[in-house]
């Protein structure tokens, strides 16, 4: 059982950067890939981001590619989320989440992503 707890988001304006972390608890945080995912109003859930377990492998979304950058700490338990140059459309609430398989293969699959986080707002004024 790991339960994953985010962290770091807020109000920034555009332009401005936020640091989000995924702080997991239990043992076994390096076994499992991570990544984070966001949804914004009236909006369907979108992925951002993806790690590999050993930090190897990456993959983001083409909103973010350039600007965000995901990281893991598998001593600390922790994954992050650096987001720079935000903007406006960046607004929602950002979800980590972890799956042993999840990038098992050539892209991450959301389909084998077992546990949640219960989410951080961000929020980016223009």
């Known amino acids: 059982q790991v339960q994953l707890v985010e962290s770091g988001g807020g109000l920034v304006q555009a332009g401005g950067s936020l640091r989000l972390s995924c702080a997991a608890s239990?043992?076994?945080?390096?076994?499992?890939?991570m990544g984070w995912f966001r949804q914004a109003p009236a909006k369907e859930r979108e992925f951002v981001a993806a790690?590999?377990?050993?930090?190897?492998?990456?993959s983001y979304a083409d909103s973010v590619k350039g600007r965000f950058t995901i990281s893991r700490d598998n001593a600390n338990n922790t994954a992050y989320l650096q987001m720079n140059n935000l903007k406006p459309d960046d607004t929602a609430v950002y979800y980590c989440?972890?799956?042993?398989?999840?990038?098992?293969?050539?892209?991450?699959?959301?389909?084998?992503?077992?546990?949640w986080g219960q989410g951080t707002q961000v929020t980016v004024s223009s």
């Open positions: 989440a972890g799956g042993i398989y999840y990038y098992n293969g050539p892209r991450p699959d959301p389909r084998n992503l077992d546990y």
């Open positions: 239990g043992r076994a945080f390096s076994r499992y890939d």
């Open positions: 790690i590999t377990q050993s930090g190897g492998r990456t």
